[in-house]
């Protein structure tokens, strides 16, 4: 990253919040649950599916995660309602993790049993390495009782080619990414390259052990990573799929489903933006950097 895209994640906290809304409404579908179906039903008319999340991390407040639980239910009535080609996507600690393992784990099963009852699926998200061993053991508790949930496995972490040993062996339903928060070095590599030698490496280990694998990646050299598994795995087009982000290189989405490969996007919505958003920008300091340049144009004129 240039001093100058440094410069800029590292001012972000002082950008007013009405102009990172802005800036990152394209990688959220809307503040409400129609925007999210809304967005999906576009995605599906392109053959595109969807994972639908819920913005909210962080929660510790039991109320909250309980109201989390209930919107999960309506989101999963509206897939179902709409005919919807979509799957969920949720943030443990928004169900309760840093609360109570127990806590997360049940409201997270609540939701499994809703997700049973329409044959959908969900999808744990694995967040900071704060998380990680719990975020697995909820997805192992879970395993017991449902088939439909899966989880996330992040390339940059050192412990996850472990950790992709014991999935392996439970046949675990996987996304693949290379990871999003701010880690120590002692427990993520650092060298962009050892994290997508990393990517490629697990993604094998994953498949060998007949994994399905969510090869979620914007990078076209991981996408090739992904095409190079499907052709010598001999995959059919029912055993992977590729997965990007709302809002992200449209181009590349637009390639891989044109080659005939499943393509699922990520679809955010709700008011609780700041912090995905946050993220999103500061991988992509571009973005950010024309949000400055719109404080600037604005100061010059008022
Ligand atoms: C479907 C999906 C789900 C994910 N779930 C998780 C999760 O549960 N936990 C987690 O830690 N991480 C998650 N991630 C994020 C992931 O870990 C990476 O941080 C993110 O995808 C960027 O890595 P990359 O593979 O796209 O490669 P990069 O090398 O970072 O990016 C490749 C290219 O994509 C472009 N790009 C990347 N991000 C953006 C952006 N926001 N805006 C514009 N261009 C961009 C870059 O400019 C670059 O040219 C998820 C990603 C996807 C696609």
């Known amino acids: 990253m240039s001093l100058f895209n440094k410069a800029i994640v590292a001012t972000l906290p002082l950008v007013p919040r009405p102009l990172v ?12 649950l129609e925007d999210a179906v809304r967005v999906v039903k576009a995605l599906n008319n392109r053959g595109i599916c969807a994972t639908i999340d819920i913005l909210g991390e962080e929660i510790d407040d039991r109320d909250e995660a ?34 109570d393992k127990a806590f997360c784990r049940e409201n997270v099963a609540a939701i499994c049993d809703e997700v049973k009852r329409y ?24 395993r017991e009782r449902y088939d439909n949930v899966g989880t996330v496995i992040q390339s940059y972490l050192r412990r996850s080619l ?18 999003i928060y701010n880690e ?9 390259a050892v994290v997508n030698a990393n990517f ?47 809002g992200v290189d449209a181009k590349l989405r637009d390639t891989i489903v044109a080659a005939g490969h499943k393509l699922r996007i990520y679809v955010p919505f709700g008011t ?17 950097g024309q949000i400055f340049r719109n404080i600037f144009v604005k100061y010059e004129l008022t």
């Open 119 to 142: 044959g959908n699926f969900v999808r744990v998200d694995m967040e900071d390495s704060s998380c990680t061993q719990d975020t697995l053991d909820v997805y192992y508790a879970l």
């Open 200 to 246: 490629s490496l697990l993604l094998d280990v994953l498949l060998d052990g007949g994994c399905y694998v969510g090869i979620a990646t914007h990078d076209e050299k991981m996408v090739w990573e992904g095409l190079r598994a499907v052709y010598e795995y001999g995959l059919e087009r029912d055993q992977y799929e590729f997965q990007m982000l709302l």
């Open 272 to 288: 609780a933006w700041y912090a995905y958003s946050t993220r999103r920008l500061k991988e992509n300091p571009r973005l950010a």
């Open 21 to 32: 809304r802005r800036f990152a409404g394209r990688y959220i579908a809307g503040d409400k």
């Open 184 to 192: 120590p070095r002692e427990l993520a590599y650092k060298d962009k």
């Open 162 to 179: 472990a950790d992709c040993a014991g999935l392996a062996a439970a046949k675990a339903n996987l996304r693949l990414c290379k990871g």
């Open 66 to 99: 309980l109201a989390a639980v209930e919107a999960y239910k309506k989101v999963l009535a509206a897939i179902d309602a709409e005919k919807l080609d979509s799957n969920i996507s949720l943030k443990p600690t928004m169900l309760g993790l840093k609360i």
